[in-house]
């Protein structure tokens, strides 16, 4: 692909920047009882709600700040990932955003431990802090306050669509290509906004792709989408950008 003069790269981070999905990992290593509690009550109980609650689950047993720690920074995460980014981010025309349903304080931990905490210039995600020994962790959008008014299928708290729209306001920037890497179904209400110049990297098989063959044409999705398994795919199309 040409280089262009300034571009915008928005990443999904579970399973997209990330080689695992953090909500479902830490559970799945410190506490496999509660992910499957998790897995049945997930159509009942909001998403960020219930790993909220898992995390109060998880701390009344005593599973402690360190371990869940410890378990983000084994999380697998691609070392080509890691050093395409920052390849990159070094050419100095690209921005960095980040568009996650996980959380603020899981996103850090594993940024810190891969030396990756300059990249971003914002991560827009659900906000978490910790409170001693446990998480606490909040939707993005107060489920008491207005709601997204979203058509295209988001489920409730973010919409990526309009969180990209609003960075891009928020922002006052003009970006000559916006490169878009996702996985989830929830990705595909951003790039239903994108332009014919812009660029998806969408991860093969996952629900991303599911949307863009079922519904993509008669949404009139605009940019070029290229498929990826591998993040040294990622890594190789970031060379050229
Ligand atoms: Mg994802
Ligand atoms: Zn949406």
Known sequence: MAPVDKQ??????????????TDRWIFEVLAPD??????????????TDLVAQSLREAHARGIKREQIEN??????????????????????RTTFLCLSNSNSVFISTILEDKKLTHIFSEVVTNPAHWEGELLTLRRRVDPSG???????????????????EA?????????????????????FCPILRMREQ?????????????????????????????YWAGAWEVEEIFDTL
Request: hydrophobic share 35%; glycine share 8%.
């Open 8 to 21: 915008l790269v928005v990443f999904d981070f579970d399973w997209s920047m990330a080689d695992q999905d």
């Open 34 to 47: 509660l992910r499957r509690k998790m897995k049945t009550l997930k159509d009942e109980i909001q998403w």
């Open 71 to 92: 378990a983000l920074r084994v999380m697998p995460f691609h070392p080509a990932m890691a050093r395409g980014v920052d390849n990159l981010k070094k050419t100095g």
């Open 146 to 164: 207005p709601q997204h008014s979203c058509t295209v299928g988001c489920s409730p708290n973010m919409c990526k669509g309009e969180e990209l």
């Open 167 to 187: 960075f891009l306001a928020r922002n006052g920037q003009e970006y000559d290509r916006i490169v878009y890497v996702g996985d989830g179904s929830n990705d």
């Open 198 to 226: 812009d660029l998806v990297l969408c991860r093969s098989h996952r629900g991303l792709q599911q949307r863009i063959d079922r519904e993509g044409k008669e949404q009139g999705l605009k940019p070029k989408i290229k």
